[in-house]
Structure formats: C-alpha cells, structure tokens
C-alpha cells in the first residue's frame, strides 16, 4: 500500500507532533472507518489518544490531514 502525504499533511503533523508511523497504522488498521464521497475517515486510538486521520485513496493513499480529537 503507497501513502503519500500532501505538504498540508506533512505541515501538520509536524506542527501537532504526530509520526508518520502512528497515520499508517491508523490507515492500514483503524477502529473505525467512516467514507464520505471521495474521501475516507478513519481512527485509532493510540497511547491514550484517538487519531483522525483523512484521505483519498485512488491509484495509492493520499493523507489530507491528521489530528487529535
């Protein structure tokens, strides 16, 4: 599975302190997936916290953004 992250993606999590690690385990393995039009909605719960994470998905994974909720 090929994940790319946007520069808007790549901004932040660097800015909300999230490795890249914990967005692709969210995708590859999430506790909940919601899909909306093009765009997919999953999370995970990880050391204590939930994380949001949103993509498209065509020829590979696109993350749009991540974040805590």
Not at 2 to 9: D, K, M, P
Not at 17 to 46: A, F, G, M
């Amino acid at each position: 599975m090929n994940i790319v992250f946007t520069l808007h993606a790549k901004e932040q999590i660097e800015e909300r302190r999230i490795l890249k690690v914990w967005v692709e385990e969210t995708i590859k393995s999430p506790d909940q997936i919601v899909h909306d039009n093009h765009k997919c909605y999953v999370v995970k719960k990880l050391n204590g916290k939930i994380l949001k994470v949103v993509y498209t998905k065509e020829k590979y994974i696109k993350v749009i953004t991540a974040y805590f909720i």
